[in-house]
């Protein structure tokens, strides 16, 4: 079945269930505190499983007038109905050992017994426990088409957990607490479907009925029932209850309830009077509560609490994932035969569509007529001169299902004037066959004579917005139609401000690119890789600077833009000038100490967290480092700091590529040379770290795909996912 038939399935099934979950979630959160406060009452007497029947049987008769019953419940409490020597009847908690009267039963708190009511029939009697009982088969239904949609994006069960592709929160999050809570929520949900069963006797009853033996009445009366063998074996771990014989007339006889079965014993003799095997449904039933209710076990009852949090969190975020879909895909109606510009999108979840919307946003403020639509309404568009497809890819390289028709209409529908195309394709380096739908379109569309590249086929990881205005730019150059592309601002974690002091800043080299030192005023903690969040006196837009750890300082490694706002305002700095600076952790791009190699790939200045890097090698692992360069003069702003590195040890190689002398390299041609470094590193559990442009990323992308394919027989995508693999390119 594929994707989009799992999702409309789960989708539907949850949308059907949503208001019943909620209470029945609310409820059961409130019924989880339920069996803990049962669970710390002070009534289980440790050790006492061990203890024989028997000895309780004696510390019962010698300290009461008479015994009723005796009942063990999943708490390992004891209680017994008893007649003291005063002659009053009681329920009481008792000490195992000495039949001492611990407490006494109480009866359920008002919240629980109102939370238990609503949560079994939601006040409505039959029609509520009816409804309660569909609404638990829905949601095992739910968590079933949940596991496969989870297995779908993992790409299988031995992926399960493997590492969650980047996505808006609740998205992400929908999956990594679904993954986790998916077992416990599967029994919930069956546990309370078997209990609605029960109660609507849907299940197979029990009829076994207890036959007698016919009892010996002559027997000696002078025995103690305690005394007997059999109560001496039974030990209170297999006991559930035990009711005592009415009299001590010899017709009169225990009815013990053990875990597996029942029995009826005489009392003086011992002899087993009847036996029933408890059959299956009772067992079911027993653990059905259990595994519901959570009583018994303190543990349980915890998970079932998390577990009812996060079907409520699921409610939430499943919606925000449904109405982002469908917000995003809302198309308006505009005439395609009257635009020059054709968007045609293929998204499964949506994302892609928002990606177009903005596209379409930039173009129609620069004057353009834009149709925007889904891949699959594929057509002849009149006055089209640019046609722009982004689409993701699904399910090992497949076209999404608003694409799926594409190919064939492709194939069908007659062309009619010639079009400029460019394609983005969207996808994620965590699976093996990276955006190769968008490969597909951009292959139909190269071989047909109607349609001329503007761009050569751009691929976009985990939505990264900077890839896209990357290219964005390059279809701008190349299109002459200005593309102002504004994201929405995303809600900010305010992170702490933190004064800075220059305190070192070189000179501009040939690359208009410049060290600069800055040192925090108080001691603050951060790491090579984490982000230097920089905003210049002259706007209010933060950029993002990768950086080295350098003693206390942070160095940061910038080129100048000419026309930029950032990078002059920091050029102009003058030392000693403070400033405020947030530092935002990046634990994802941190060196790993315990690596048994390490590569670092990097061009221009994205050699900068490397260069505090490096000096955290202390255990002195393998460490190459693979750089791009524009000349040789760009590497001496570095070249202090590489030697000192590499007279300590801390860095193994230093392979330099330069793009501007006479032999022309770049350094995917690095890599190409040193394939044996990369699959060893790879193969060995190391970390590729990659930093510095976008092209320079999606060149080495490339590089490290053929190098797994052939040397490792594997696709880039595991070593992706087993984390091996740690960008930060802007
Ligand atoms: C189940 C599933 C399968 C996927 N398969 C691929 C794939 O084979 N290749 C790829 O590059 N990306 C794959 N992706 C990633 C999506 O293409 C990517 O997240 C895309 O940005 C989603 O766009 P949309 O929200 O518009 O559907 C897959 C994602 C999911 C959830």
């Not at 009892?215 to 059999?230: F, G, M, N, Q, R």
């Not at 080295?548 to 950032?566: E, N, Q, R, T, Y």
Request: overall charge positive; glycine content about 6%; hydrophobic content about 40%.
């Amino acid at each position: 079945m594929t994707v989009s038939i799992w999702r409309y399935s789960h989708l539907l099934l949850a949308l059907a269930s949503a208001l019943f979950l909620t209470i029945a979630s609310l409820t059961g959160i409130v019924l989880a505190f339920e069996p803990m406060q049962n669970a710390v009452q002070p009534y289980h007497i440790a050790g006492s499983e061990k203890l024989s029947l028997s000895e309780t049987m004696v510390a019962l008769n010698s300290s009461y007038d008479e015994v009723l019953s005796l009942e063990i419940d999943a708490n390992d409490f004891i209680s017994a109905s008893v007649i003291t020597k005063s002659g009053e009847s009681e329920t009481i908690y008792i000490h195992p050992k000495t039949a001492e009267k611990l407490g006494s039963p109480k009866a359920q708190a008002p919240i629980f017994q109102f939370a238990t009511n609503l949560h079994r029939s939601l006040f409505l009697k039959g029609l509520g426990r009816f409804f309660v009982g569909l609404v638990s088969f829905l949601l095992c239904l739910i968590a079933i088409t949940g596991l496969f949609l989870i297995l779908k994006r993992q790409g299988g069960l031995m992926k399960l957990f493997s590492k969650v592709q980047k996505e808006y929160f609740e998205l992400r999050y929908h999956v990594i607490f679904g993954r986790l809570f998916l077992l416990p929520i599967i029994i919930i949900a069956a546990t309370g479907v078997y209990l609605s069963a029960e109660k609507f006797s849907l299940l197979p009853e029990n009829t076994t009925i207890h036959e007698l033996k016919n009892a010996k009445t002559e027997v000696d009366l002078s025995i103690e029932a305690s005394e007997l063998p059999i109560f001496k074996t039974i030990v209170l771990k297999d006991v559930k209850s035990v009711n005592f014989p009415f009299s001590k007339a010899p017709e009169d006889y225990f009815e013990v309830s053990l875990s597996d079965r029942e029995i009826y014993v005489h009392q003086y003799t011992g002899e087993v009077l009847s036996e029933i095997q408890y059959p299956f449904t009772v067992l079911a039933s027993r653990w059905s509560t259990l595994l519901h209710t959570g009583q018994g076990s303190f543990l349980w009852s915890v998970i079932l609490l998390l577990a009812s949090v996060s079907i409520l969190f699921f409610i939430y975020t499943g919606i925000v994932m449904w109405r982002r879909r469908t917000k995003n895909t809302k198309i308006d109606r505009v005439d395609k035969d009257e635009c020059s510009h054709i968007i045609l999108v293929g998204s499964e979840t949506g994302s892609t569509f928002g990606f177009a919307k903005l596209l379409k946003q930039a173009l129609v403020k620069s004057g353009k007529s834009v149709f925007l639509g889904k891949l699959n309404s594929y057509s002849t568009y009149k006055k089209a001169q640019h046609l722009i497809v982004l689409t993701a890819t699904y399910g090992d390289g497949q076209p999404t299902t608003n694409a799926r028709k594409f190919e064939q209409l492709f194939k069908t529908v007659q062309a009619t004037k010639k079009v400029q195309y460019s394609v983005v394709g969207f996808g994620s380096l965590l699976y093996p066959r990276y955006c190769s739908f968008a490969v597909t379109v951009e292959n139909l569309l190269d071989a047909s004579p109607y349609f001329e590249q503007t761009i050569p086929l751009y691929k976009i990881n985990n939505q990264d917005e900077r890839s896209f205005l990357d290219w964005a730019k390059k279809w701008e150059e190349k299109t002459s139609v200005s593309l102002k592309i504004k994201f929405p601002e995303k809600k900010k974690k305010q992170l702490k401000k933190n004064s800075f002091r220059v305190v070192e800043k070189t000179d501009l080299n040939k690359d208009d690119t410049f060290l600069i030192r800055l040192r925090p005023e108080k001691n603050i903690q951060f790491q090579s890789g984490d982000l230097a969040a920089i905003t210049p006196k002259q706007d209010n837009f933060e950029r993002l600077y990768s950086i080295a750890k350098i003693g206390d300082d942070i160095l940061l490694s910038v080129k100048k833009h000419k026309f930029g706002i950032c990078s002059p305002f920091l050029s102009d700095l003058a030392i000693a000038t403070r400033m405020n600076i947030r530092i935002k952790k990046n634990p994802d791009f941190h060196f790993p100490r315990q690596a048994k190699s390490v590569v670092l790939i990097a061009n221009g200045t994205g050699i900068a967290p490397f260069l505090g890097m490096l000096f955290e090698n202390i255990g002195k692992i393998p460490v190459h480092l693979f750089l791009g360069l524009r000349t040789k003069k760009s590497l001496q702003l570095y070249s202090d700091m590489l030697s000192n590195a590499r007279a300590k040890e801390y860095v193994s190689t230093v392979n330099i590529a330069y793009s501007k002398e006479n032999q022309k390299k770049y350094v995917q041609d690095l890599l190409k040379d040193n394939i044996k470094i990369i699959s060893e590193t790879l193969s060995e559990g190391g970390a590729i770290f990659i930093c510095g442009s976008l092209a320079m990323q999606h060149g080495v992308l490339e590089v490290l795909d053929d190098i797994t394919y052939t040397e490792l027989k594997k696709p880039l995508s595991d070593f992706e996912q087993q984390q091996q693999l740690k960008m930060d390119c802007y």
